[in-house]
């Protein structure tokens, strides 16, 4: 059964790429022969945060056409690669598949990897390996991590290097107090500081909550799309019940609107 559903997956993989090349003939659509790397970059980026989207939604057909759209992305930029003698989308499977099965030998191979914490550390030395080999020497400890990430995901990822080589707090305890310390420190900015000090203090600030999340086990950045969207409903709320009553946000006191938001916090049913 799992091989026949590969099989069919393979197919409509290959379709997809047949498609791609069809659209990018000289007899294609202009629009799809007139992009290149650049023009592409934002619809990877937007079709990333709609999969995210459907996720949080928990809306799964949803979540199946947007991983559609993603994968597109993939093949657009493969065929493009693929025109200018670059490298062919088999090029992008072949390294995928090599590199999952070299980086899970207690699956693959006879290693042992017991636990989650033991198979990430297991795939970072390999991946560190892979650099040497690649006579890229011994690299910084965050170099591997993208300067172009959102700013959320970049501070997790540098935190949790540095954190896994001892250099972090012991508990969350301690994340507080230094939380604690980096909002008087704010504090003080405010009443004495440049624009410029200011940023950096709320930088720190930033910095020290998104540590705090990895010590709860929370990703920051989901907490903070999660909440984005709670705002946005309870806001919607608010202007559905203003616009009942023949008002806009900006037409109302901001104690009709607090009364209203706290309406909106109330459990359905």
Known sequence: MASTTAARA?????????????????????????????????????????????????????????????????????????????????????????????????????????????????????????????????????DSVPRSLPALVEASQVASRAAAVGFDWENADQVLAKLDEELGELARARREASSEQLQDELGDLLFVLVNLARFLHVDPEQALRKTNAKFRRRFGYLEQKLAERGKTPAEASLDEMEALWQEAKRPVG
């Not at 709609?50 to 930029?77: H, N, S």
């Open 10 to 142: 393979g197919e409509k993989f290959q379709r997809l790429v047949e498609i791609m090349a069809r659209l990018r003939a000289a007899d294609g659509c202009p629009w799809d022969r007139q992009q290149n790397f650049e023009t592409i970059k934002p619809y990877l980026l937007e079709e990333t945060y709609e999969v995210l989207d459907a996720i949080d939604a928990g809306d799964w057909p949803a979540l199946a056409e947007e991983l559609g759209d993603l994968l597109l992305e993939t093949v657009f930029f493969a065929q493009m690669a693929a025109e200018q003698s670059l490298f062919g989308i088999e090029d992008a499977l072949d390294r995928i598949n090599e590199k999952l099965i070299r980086r899970h030998p207690h699956v693959f191979g006879d290693a042992t990897a017991e636990t989650p914490a033991a198979v990430k550390r297991r795939w970072d030395e390999i991946k560190a390996e892979e650099r040497k080999d690649k006579g890229k020497g011994e690299a910084g400890l965050l």
